[in-house]
């Protein structure tokens, strides 16, 4: 069956580093992967989209990679702050389709 | 624009009751999908609407339902709860559909005792 991978312990990094959260999946072959950010009881908010044509995409201090040969994205936050902590998902598209992955957890300390 | 919105914000209900929770979409986007979110399960999509047809739909059981009306709007029902059902409802419009990115509203949290 589909499935998406991603840490589920927190991430702990330091204020200024830069933060790398990776998405595994198997037994799919998506046409394009997107990345969420939810805060506690909020709705997720769509950061970036990144098609199986593209190895990398960015967006200011935020850069996405995918890998098809390897079945994984990672993603990047640059000079990371307090305020980038939240829970990160990734989800993954195809044919109308959308899975998301649980999501990681981000804990920025300053 | 005005993002995605939801009513109630908060519900509580009994178990055997039903539901119906509303999302305000995106003017201009005609997709509508909702999910249900729990800490064991994550984010599971529920159903899709797009010009008032439901166009997909996940693997949750007849109690739960939905419409959409010519204005985009939606509703989602859920009848005879189950203690189970307690999570947090979040709608999400599209300007073309689930593949495009979703822009999700701030959710409905149901808990059902």
């Known amino acids: 069956s589909q499935k998406i991978e991603q840490n589920s312990e927190a991430l702990n990094i330091q204020e200024g580093k830069t933060a790398t959260l990776t998405c595994n999946y198997t037994?799919?072959?998506?046409?394009?992967l997107q990345w969420y950010r939810q805060d506690p009881g909020r709705g997720p908010v769509f950061l970036l989209l990144?098609?199986?044509?593209?190895k990398e995409k960015r967006k200011e201090r935020l850069k996405v990679t995918f890998d098809t040969t390897l079945k994984q994205s990672l993603f990047h936050i640059t000079a990371s702050q307090p305020a980038d902590s939240a829970t990160y998902l990734c989800?993954?598209?195809?044919?109308?389709?959308?899975?998301f992955g649980k999501g990681t957890r981000l804990h920025i300390l300053p | 624009k005005a993002g995605v919105t939801q009513t109630p914000r908060y519900l509580i209900k009994t178990r055997g009751q039903q539901v119906t929770l509303s999302c305000s979409p995106i003017?201009?986007?005609?997709?509508v999908s909702w999910y249900q979110q729990t800490p064991g399960q994550g984010l599971q999509f529920l159903f899709e609407?797009?010009?008032?047809?439901?166009?997909n739909k996940g693997n949750f059981p007849g109690r739960f339902s939905g419409r959409q009306f010519s204005n985009s709007r939606s509703e989602m029902n859920v009848s005879t709860l189950e203690l189970g059902d307690s999570a947090l409802y979040l709608c999400?419009?599209?300007?073309?559909?689930?593949?495009?990115?979703?822009?999700f509203g701030p959710g409905t949290r149901l808990t059902v005792t």
């Open positions: 999400a419009s599209s300007p073309g559909g689930r593949s495009y990115e979703q822009y």
């Open positions: 037994n799919y072959s998506p046409a394009y």
């Open positions: 990144i098609r199986e044509n593209e």
């Open positions: 989800a993954l598209n195809r044919d109308d389709k959308i899975i």
């Open positions: 003017s201009g986007h005609r997709s």
């Open positions: 609407y797009f010009s008032e047809t439901q166009r």
